[in-house]
Antibody
């Protein structure tokens, strides 16, 4: 069965970096893009960007360009998302999701369980 | 504009029908997908494309679209449908992904 399993919760100080992992299983990793979405406490879903697991191409939301890097390791079927220069408003649950599509739309059919990143001095 | 707009909150009586809407220019070019999120859980897709339900999603969930508005309809709402619902699409110029602000559904 398809699974996306993320790394555990992190506590970081302002200015530090965090790298969250998302290990995929149950399907051919390079056949599907991975998207990263975050959710601040009590807030909605915020798209951060996607990565092609086949080519490594990325597309980041404007507000994260220059501060976020998404990568993959196809030898371990794992996607990574690194955020640098953390601020308190980066405190959120970070989700990875597998992107599927049909002829009319894109959608996210499997999600990781989420990783809570807390930024606090 | 490259935004998706949802009503923040909607309520429905148990067993009645409720429609949750999502407005945005990108919906003229892409069908939306809809996600249900219960507290403390990851989102889960309930509708995608023209009106497709993943396996395991009850047939009381349906989707429709007209112009710049997408709708998620729950026919015969159940207590377990109480959750946050998010619409999702793509910005047609940048291929960036858009999420609506979410609608909190209360089943009375």
């Amino acid at each position: 069965q398809v699974q996306l399993v993320q790394s555990g919760a992190e506590v970081k100080k302002p200015g530090a970096s965090v790298k969250v992992s998302c290990k995929a299983s149950g399907y051919t990793f390079t056949n599907y893009y991975i998207t990263w979405v975050r959710q601040a406490p009590g807030q909605g879903l915020e798209w951060m960007g996607w990565i092609s697991t086949y080519s490594g191409d990325t597309n980041y939301a404007q507000k994260f360009q220059g501060r976020v890097t998404m990568t993959t390791d196809t030898s371990t079927n794992t996607a990574y998302m690194e955020v640098r220069s953390l601020r308190s408003d980066d405190t959120a649950v970070y989700f990875c999701a597998r992107e599927s599509h049909d002829s009319s739309t894109y959608y996210y059919d499997y999600w990781g369980q989420g990783t809570l990143v807390t930024v606090s001095s | 504009s490259s935004e998706l707009t949802q009503d923040p909150a909607v309520s429905v009586a148990l067993g009645q029908t409720v429609r949750i809407t999502c407005q945005g220019d990108s919906l003229r070019n892409y069908f939306s997908s809809w996600y249900q999120q219960r507290p403390g859980q990851a989102p889960a897709v309930v509708i995608y494309g023209k009106n497709n339900r993943p396996s395991g999603i009850p047939d009381r969930f349906s989707g429709s679209s007209s112009g710049n508005t997408a709708s998620l309809t729950i026919t015969g709402a159940q207590a377990e449908d109480e959750a946050d619902y998010y619409c999702n699409s793509r910005d047609t110029s940048s291929y960036h992904v858009l999420f609506g602000g979410g609608t909190k559904l209360t089943v009375l």
